[in-house]
């Protein structure tokens, strides 16, 4: 089975700086995906961002984006220009190409503070 | 925009009773969850179902059942409510293709068993 591994309960940045959130997962296939998940307070999931395992190019959303290491199986996000509203529950999670359903499995969370 | 409702988001109950959670997508998605999360365990897979009637058992069943007898709906019950399922519950649905298709997300709810 896979599992997914956020070794920082939580992290705090300055806003306007940049922070990096870190993922490892484990696996033996090589075909997957990989997402980051944010939960702010009180507010409704939402996927910042999603990289195929078989592209090698980092995926890049506006100030998030994401360093892919296949070989270390690490998945790391990064936060550039931190604002106040980047402050959430950042969750990582993985998924096989070949589950049915389109099963996630989450890692445990990282809570981020965004310092004024 | 997808939008993903649950019943309610604040629910408390008593040990022993019949519980029923529901959720209700209007984006016409084959793939329907149910997840719980707890402080330090993240998310954790109850059940899903990927087309009307059908069900898949996720990581932690024990204690749950579900229904789906309509494609925009799906239902987590707890047929004997326990403390120990006191915890917040999360319903996603996802479009079934080819390529990974994000979750959408409800807004969760929050129970409560005394």
């Known amino acids: 089975a896979q599992t997914v591994t956020q070794s920082q309960p939580e992290m705090s940045v300055q806003e306007a700086e940049t922070v990096t959130l870190s993922c490892t997962y484990d696996?033996?296939?090589?075909?997957?995906?990989l997402f980051w998940y944010k939960q702010p307070p009180s507010r409704q999931m939402i996927l910042v961002i999603r990289?195929?395992?078989?592209?090698?190019q980092n995926a890049t959303e506006n100030r998030f984006s994401v360093n892919f290491q296949k070989a270390a199986k690490s998945f790391s996000l990064k936060i550039s220009d931190s604002q106040l509203g980047d402050a959430a529950m950042y969750f990582c999670a993985y998924r096989s190409a070949w589950s049915s359903g389109d099963k996630l499995t989450f890692g445990t969370g990282t809570r981020l503070a965004v310092r004024p | 925009d997808v939008k993903v409702t649950q019943s309610s988001r604040y629910l408390v109950k008593r040990t022993g009773e019949k519980v029923f959670l529901e959720c209700v997508q209007d984006?016409?998605?084959?793939?329907m969850f149910w997840y719980r999360q707890d402080p330090g365990l993240g998310l954790r897979l109850i059940y899903f179902s990927y087309d009307v009637k059908m069900k898949e058992k996720g990581d932690i069943p024990e204690g749950y059942s579900v229904s789906r007898e309509k494609k925009e709906r799906f239902s987590l019950i707890l047929e004997s409510a326990s403390t120990n399922q006191t915890s917040m519950y999360l319903c996603a649905s996802s479009l079934a293709a080819v390529f990974a298709y994000e979750q959408y997300f409800g807004p969760g709810t929050r129970l409560t068993v005394t």
């Open positions: 696996t033996s296939e090589s075909d997957y995906y």
């Open positions: 990289q195929e395992a078989y592209k090698q």
């Open positions: 984006m016409d998605h084959e793939n």
